[in-house]
């Protein structure tokens, strides 16, 4: 998934690629506690020395994944700099960019968002969130909204970053049952009906 590997020698982004969807297959069928690395090199039909020329151990590839998949987060807001909250029909760009990119790879966000025993994903997505909430919140018609309704800067940032994150996991554990666009507008309309007014 991250565009930075595009300047990586293509044998070792397909190793990476064939070890990271071994692994999404495995936490489909059982715990992260229970997958060693034989059996993740096994499944991604590459030696286990292979393994360790890339990773240290399970964990350090989890870590790396997490930080490919906050890259490719990124890159996605870096896209969306220009108009990063709503355009004229009320819709969130950016949301809508995230979550097709999410539906697009849905198979790996179902399984590393909603498996409990890989925190280290939702924990990093949270931290994006946030600071994506906080960035709002901070602008003077953020700050303004906040203090007409009283509401304290740090419970808007922990209410709409566990809103997000949590809204965002429940839709994927559903199969996606909406499209990313009309989850967008949605998210459109509850932020402008519960957090402060930009």
Known sequence: MNQSTSRTDPRIVRTRRLLRDALVELLEEMEIEKISVNR???RATINR????LHYRDIPDMMEKMADDMIEDIRAI???NE???LADKDGEWPLMVNLLEHMAEHFRFYKVILATK???VFTERLLKLL?????????????????AATGIKRDIAVWYGSSALIGTIIAWLRA????????????????????????
Do not use: C, W
């Open 130 to 146: 946030s600071d994506m909430v906080i960035d709002r919140v901070e602008r003077p018609e953020g700050e303004a909204g906040l």
């Open 117 to 119: 025993r890989t925190t």
């Open 82 to 84: 220009a108009n990063p």
């Open 49 to 52: 020395v292979t393994f360790y």
């Open 175 to 198: 199969d996606m049952p909406y499209t990313p666009q009309f989850m967008a507008k949605q998210f459109s309309l509850l932020r402008r009906e519960h957090l402060p007014k930009r």
């Open 77 to 79: 807001l870096r896209l």
């Open 40 to 42: 993740l090199a096994e």
